[in-house]
């Protein structure tokens, strides 16, 4: 079946820091690729997405490419800010469905000053 | 406009218990999705109308799980004779058909 995984966490950084955030996934065909992020007692909100490969989604300093070769999604920001403190979650949308999302685990990210 | 609402934000109950968790989607989203979001086992589908019919309820863990939706509008998930395992974040979402999904706060349900 479909699934993602994800680095685990946590990481911790420095401000203005480098992130990359890594997510690998298996899936038949041509998924769309998404990373949401749930803020401190907030709910998850889509932070960026991609639907095919070579699409470089990119959001709030974020990017990530959509690798097919390497079936990767990784997450990179160049800059990081302890505003970025959050859990970060790497999903799919399989082709043959527009239902569900398959999550990864999710990646503790701790920004200090 | 509004987001996805979700009522009750908390919710204890004792083991045994029935109880149901409700979902508003945005206004227009056809499509509805349930998750839960627990310590162990991360985010994990549930169930995804569209429309009043579910298409993929592959993901309720059991027959104490059920959900609706009437009018193409409000959902509700219940869960029957609740366990301890139930206790989790459940946490809904809406799109239009094949789009983003946008979430809610999510219910936290607590079972004793």
């Known amino acids: 079946g479909d699934s993602v995984t994800q680095m685990e966490g946590p990481v911790t950084l420095s401000e203005e820091a480098f992130l990359t955030i890594n997510c690998t996934y298996t899936?038949?065909?041509?998924?769309?690729l998404f990373w949401y992020v749930q803020y401190p007692g907030e709910g998850l909100q889509l932070l960026l997405k991609?639907?095919?490969?070579?699409d470089k989604g990119s959001n709030k300093g974020f990017e990530a490419t959509y690798r097919k070769e390497t079936t990767s999604f990784h997450l990179e920001k160049g800059s990081v800010q302890v505003s970025d403190s959050a859990v970060y979650f790497c999903?799919?949308?399989?082709?043959?469905?527009?239902?569900?999302?398959?999550f990864g685990a999710g990646t503790q990210v701790v920004v200090t000053p | 406009g509004a987001g996805v609402s979700q009522s009750p934000s908390n919710k204890v109950t004792e083991k045994g218990k029935d109880v149901e968790l409700r979902c508003d989607p945005i206004?227009?989203?056809?499509?509805l999705y349930w998750y839960r979001q627990s310590l162990g086992q991360g985010l994990e589908f549930l169930i995804y109308?569209?429309?009043?019919?579910?298409?993929?309820k592959s993901g309720l863990p059991s027959d104490r799980f059920s959900a609706e939706r009437t009018g193409g509008s409000v959902s509700t998930l219940t869960i029957q004779r609740t366990q301890q395992e139930d206790s989790a974040v459940y946490l809904c979402?809406?799109?239009?058909?094949?789009?983003?999904?946008?979430f809610g706060p999510g219910t936290r349900l607590t079972v004793l």
């Open positions: 899936a038949t065909g041509y998924p769309s």
């Open positions: 206004s227009g989203h056809t499509a």
């Open positions: 991609a639907t095919k490969a070579d």
């Open positions: 109308f569209q429309g009043n019919s579910a298409p993929d």
């Open positions: 999903a799919l949308r399989p082709t043959d469905s527009w239902g569900k999302l398959q």
């Open positions: 979402a809406s799109s239009p058909p094949g789009q983003t999904q946008y």
